[in-house]
């Protein structure tokens, strides 16, 4: 059964920390390239964090650059979103991605995560 489950989320006042986490089962996460999005309430849901399948290439949505920070431990089929210098903006629902196109496309979900930035 292919699962991806989020944890880490809370509620942190603004300037803190959180580490997110993402444990996949039933497939391996060392080749797919594997996201963060997030979703606030009343908004679209938008990409976070990229972390390539090969090579280690990131990409970050400009509102968390230099803030957030995405990893994976292939060994722990996790992969971990450092959030650091939280804002109040901040505040959604993160939800982690696997995603592979080559050679069946596969689009995993998990369930989300809430985290909460106070003022």
């Known amino acids: 059964q292919v699962q991806l489950v989020e944890s880490g989320g809370d509620l942190v006042q603004s300037g803190g920390s959180l580490r997110l986490s993402c444990a996949a089962s039933g497939f391996t996460i060392s080749s797919y390239a594997m996201s963060w999005y997030r979703q606030a309430a009343g908004k679209e849901r938008e990409l976070v964090a990229y972390?390539?399948?090969?090579?280690?290439?990131?990409n970050y949505a400009d509102s968390v650059k230099g803030r957030f920070t995405i990893s994976r431990d292939n060994a722990k089929n996790t992969v971990f979103l450092q959030m650091n210098s939280l804002k109040p903006e901040d505040t959604a629902v993160y939800y982690c991605?696997?995603?592979?196109?080559?050679?069946?496309?596969?689009?995993?979900w998990g369930q989300g995560t809430q985290v909460t930035v106070s003022s």
């Open positions: 972390l390539s399948s090969v090579g280690g290439l990131t």
């Open positions: 991605n696997a995603l592979k196109r080559r050679p069946t496309r596969y689009d995993y």
